[in-house]
């Protein structure tokens, strides 16, 4: 079982940026493609972006195409959520995720394992 440990949230102005990280526990981290996801109050939660086991493919939810990017280093353990250009509306719990699964499948918040979640927001 893998255990995940989000970091890096705060509180940053509209244009600002901010760098999430989500550590991983276990042997196995480089067997999982990994996700970040995004919950705002009274909202559901959204998929935000995924890169696959080896890092070379990565997917983005149209409202963040251009502004996240998403990393991994499996040395470390860790999947990165880089955001820039941030607006208040990006507000949110960030949470991180794995899928022992080589095609991310967008429409699903599905996942086999999550981290708690780390709290970004963004003033106007």
């Known amino acids: 079982q893998v255990q995940l440990v989000e970091s890096g949230g705060g509180l940053v102005q509209a244009g600002g940026s901010l760098r999430l990280s989500c550590a991983a526990s276990g042997r196995t981290f480089s067997s999982y493609a990994m996700g970040w996801f995004r919950q705002a109050p009274g909202k559901e939660r959204d998929f935000v972006a995924a890169?696959?086991?080896?890092?070379?493919?990565?997917l983005y939810a149209d409202s963040v195409k251009g502004r996240f990017i998403i990393s991994r280093d499996n040395a470390k353990k860790t999947v990165y959520l880089q955001m820039n250009s941030l607006k208040p509306e990006d507000t949110a719990v960030y949470y991180c995720?794995?899928?022992?699964?080589?095609?991310?499948?967008?429409?699903?918040?599905?996942?086999?394992?999550w981290g708690q979640g780390t709290q970004v927001t963004v003033s106007s």
């Open positions: 995720a794995g899928r022992a699964t080589t095609v991310w499948d967008t429409s699903t918040a599905e996942s086999d394992f």
């Open positions: 890169i696959s086991r080896s890092g070379g493919s990565t």
